[in-house]
C-alpha cells in the first residue's frame, strides 16, 4: 500500500516536538498528503480507540488522547503501513530503536509521540476519521 495514516500524540505536540517530528517523517521519504492540528474529546478519543475497549489501559489511553491537541497526518510511500511502523518504532520507549521516533520523543508506553497504522485498511478508516474527501489529494 502507499497510504498510512499517524498521529502526533498530545505529549510531543505539548512539548513543541511536531516541527522535529514532521521533518524526520519528510526526511524518512513520506509525502505529506494531509495535515492538520485537532483535538479529540475523550468520547472521539473512545471510538478512534474501540478495538482496545476490553484493555486495562482504555480508560487511561481515552483520558491521555483527549489532554491536549493533536496533529494527524496522513502519509505516502512505498510499503506505508510497514516503513512507517519502523521509523516510529516500538509502543514501548524502552524497547524502541536508536533513532526511532519514539526513542527520540516518547515519555513512556502510553505517551509515546507518535501512532502509526497497523494495516492498510486501517490506515483508510483512521485517515477517513479525521479528513474528508477532498482534503485527500
Ligand atoms: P498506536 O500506533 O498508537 O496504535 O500504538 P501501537 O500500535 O504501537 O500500540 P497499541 O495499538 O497496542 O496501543 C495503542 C496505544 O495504547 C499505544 O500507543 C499507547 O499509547 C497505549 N498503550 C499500549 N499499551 C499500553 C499499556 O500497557 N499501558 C498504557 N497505559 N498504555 C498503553
Ligand atoms: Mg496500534
Do not use: W
Amino acid at each position: 500500500g502507499k497510504r498510512t495514516f499517524t498521529m502526533i500524540k498530545p505529549d510531543a505536540v505539548g512539548a513543541g516536538n511536531t516541527g522535529a517530528i514532521t521533518k524526520m517523517i519528510e526526511e524518512a521519504g513520506f509525502k505529506i498528503v494531509a495535515m492538520k492540528k485537532t483535538y479529540m474529546s475523550k468520547e472521539r478519543a473512545g471510538q478512534f480507540y474501540a478495538v482496545h475497549k476490553e484493555r486495562p489501559f482504555y480508560e487511561d489511553l481515552t483520558n491521555y488522547m483527549s489532554s491536549g491537541p493533536i496533529v494527524p497526518m496522513i502519509l505516502e510511500k512505498d510499503n506505508a503501513v510497514e516503513d512507517f511502523r519502523k521509523l516510529i518504532g516500538a509502543t514501548n520507549p524502552k524497547e524502541a530503536a536508536e533513532g526511532t521516533i519514539r526513542k527520540l520523543f516518547a515519555e513512556s508506553i502510553e505517551a509515546n509521540a507518535i501512532h502509526g497504522s497497523d494495516s492498510d485498511e486501517n490506515a483508510t478508516i483512521e485517515g477517513n476519521f479525521f479528513f474528508a474527501e477532498i482534503e485527500k489529494f
